[in-house]
């Protein structure tokens, strides 16, 4: 079994930052790209950022400049620091992996349960 858990989310006002965690732990063979997607109420689930094992990164344009992706791959965990968060930036976060299970040595894409973020005064 193989889990991916968020933590770091709340309610900050505009301006602020959060910084999101995601760890995966389970059985584990290895982990290519990670990332952080979100989704706003009543809009499609978005990518924000994905980072490789040796730390190439990409960012939606909407984030660019805010937002840093960034991991341990000695952890199995992503982080994504939020800078001068705006209100548009209001949603679900979800962590995603590419990874390899330990006993079957598929690859699949692994999902956590989601963060909520809430900018707001």
């Known amino acids: 079994q193989v889990q991916l858990v968020e933590s770091g989310g709340g309610l900050v006002q505009p301006g602020g930052s959060l910084r999101l965690s995601c760890a995966a732990s389970?059985?584990?063979?290895?982990?290519?790209?990670m990332g952080w997607y979100r989704q706003a109420p009543g809009k499609e689930r978005e990518l924000v950022a994905t980072?490789?094992?040796?730390?190439?990164?990409n960012y939606a344009d909407s984030v660019k400049g805010r937002f840093t992706i960034s991991r341990d791959n000695a952890l199995n965990t992503v982080y994504l620091r939020m800078n001068s968060l705006e209100p548009e930036d209001t949603a679900v976060y979800y962590c995603?992996?590419?990874?390899?299970?330990?006993?079957?040595?598929?690859?699949?894409?692994?999902w956590g349960p989601g963060t909520q973020v809430t900018v707001s005064s």
């Open positions: 980072i490789t094992t040796v730390g190439s990164t």
């Open positions: 389970g059985s584990i063979f290895r982990i290519d790209v």
């Open positions: 995603n992996a590419n990874l390899a299970t330990a006993d079957t040595f598929q690859w699949s894409h692994y």
